[in-house]
Every structure is written in structure tokens, then in C-alpha cells.
């Protein structure tokens, strides 16, 4: 009999700061895609998008208070320790060298990543070292190679590429598989947003969270744009 292929599941982000949005995404991909962990990985200096309004210690702090009490998900620092740009591609050489050949690695991120994934750096190389997993709204569909707008190259690419679920388990990498999701309206620049303005994000993200950016008096000024 088979061994079965342990199945390991990393979602990034720069969690600035981390709602419920975030924390029901990643526990909906682990039950119903029956990772053996999921982790989050708070980013430390994402090249490819603003930098967080916030330390990378104090993001990190609010996501392991966020995750206390959660056996299904846990926090992966290895972004933060590591310091300096933060690559995808490099975390998940470390991740591969350090799990070896024949886990399965998923990362996974939302359509707007994933649209913007040929900026990456070494972006080709990042199904060499594992499944994407892209979290889309329901009737969402891959761009076509031949669109007259986007980049044609990534389009071909994902379509070369496309996979099912059940690939996630049976092989260790190269897989892009989409997960038609209902995610939950709440994004990390609206609660800047109310911070700033004076107003409560209670029943945004988890209570301890929010007393934390309270302690610390964060996001006092108007931010418009960020992590979602």
C-alpha cells in the first residue's frame, strides 16, 4: 500500500492587520482540501506590493494572537527571521530543502496575486517547488492566452500548468489548481481606514487583535490602499 504524501499548505500575506477575511480562507482550504497543515506566513518586505503600515514583529504578534486556541492553523516566522526583500520563491527553496522531495508543498493566494504573478521574481520556478492554490470567486476563470490585454506569456503558462485537487495529494509540486470560494467581505484597508477615521472595526477581526492595535496605538493615520 501507498504511503499517503504529506500535504503542507502556506498562505502569505503582509496580515496588516489580520481579520476574519483572512483566518476563514485558510481554515476553509484546510478542511476542505485535507492539508495536513496550513500555515500563514506574514511577509517581511513583499517587493511587489506597498510596504505594511506596521513592524513585522508587531503584524506577527496580532496573527499568533489571531491564530491562540486554533490547532488547524499555525504561524510561519520564517519570512520575518530571514529579513531583507522577501521573495516567494526563496521561501519555498528553503521550504522544499528543509521538507525534501516529496511532500507537497501548495501555496496559495487570490486572483489578484495570481494576475500579477509574471512580476514576481523568478516567478517559472515557483511550480518547480509547488502546487498554487488560487482562491477565486464563484464563475471566475483563468485569463486566455490569447487575450488582446494582460500578460499572454503567464496566461499560457497557468493554462499549461492547470491542475485538480486531487493532484495536490498525489503529486509534490507543479499544479496551479483553483478553489472556488465565498469569501468574506472584510479587507485589512478598511479597518486602516475606520482606525484612522476614529471608528470600531469590532466584529472585523478577533477581539485580542484589535485590543492589541488599541495597546499600541496603531494605524492612526488614513492609509488608502494595502493588504486586503
Not at 476574519?20 to 517587493?47: I, K, N, T, V, Y
Not at 503600515?53 to 506577527?60: M, P, T
Not at 468574506?184 to 484612522?196: F, K
Amino acid at each position: 500500500m501507498a504511503t499517503k504524501r504529506q500535504t503542507i499548505a502556506l498562505f502569505g500575506g503582509t496580515f496588516d492587520p489580520v481579520h476574519f477575511g483572512h483566518l476563514r480562507m485558510a481554515l476553509e482550504l484546510r478542511q476542505a482540501l485535507g492539508f495536513d497543515e496550513m500555515r500563514l506566513l506574514p511577509s517581511h518586505q513583499p517587493r511587489h506590493r506597498q510596504s505594511p503600515g506596521v513592524s513585522s514583529r508587531q503584524r506577527s504578534e496580532m496573527l499568533a494572537l489571531a491564530l491562540a486556541g486554533c490547532d488547524e492553523l499555525q504561524l510561519d516566522e520564517r519570512e520575518l527571521q530571514r529579513g531583507g526583500d522577501t521573495y516567494t520563491v526563496d521561501t519555498l527553496e528553503a521550504l522544499r530543502e528543509e521538507l525534501g522531495p516529496q511532500v507537497s508543498i501548495s501555496f496559495c493566494m487570490g486572483t489578484d496575486s495570481l494576475l500579477t504573478l509574471h512580476r514576481w521574481h523568478r516567478w517559472q520556478r515557483l511550480l518547480e517547488l509547488a502546487h498554487l492554490v488560487v482562491v477565486t470567486r464563484p464563475g471566475w476563470h483563468l485569463p486566455e492566452a490569447s487575450a488582446a490585454t494582460g500578460n499572454a506569456e503567464l496566461a499560457k503558462f497557468l493554462q499549461q500548468h492547470r491542475g485538480t485537487l486531487a493532484d495536490l495529494h498525489e503529486y509534490a509540486s507543479g499544479r496551479l489548481v483553483l478553489r472556488e470560494q465565498t469569501l468574506l467581505p472584510i479587507s485589512a484597508t478598511q479597518i486602516r481606514q475606520l482606525l484612522a477615521s476614529g471608528q470600531s472595526p469590532r466584529f472585523l477581526l478577533p477581539a485580542t487583535v484589535l485590543q492589541y492595535i488599541e495597546d499600541h496605538q496603531l494605524y492612526t493615520e488614513s492609509v488608502a490602499t494595502g493588504d486586503p
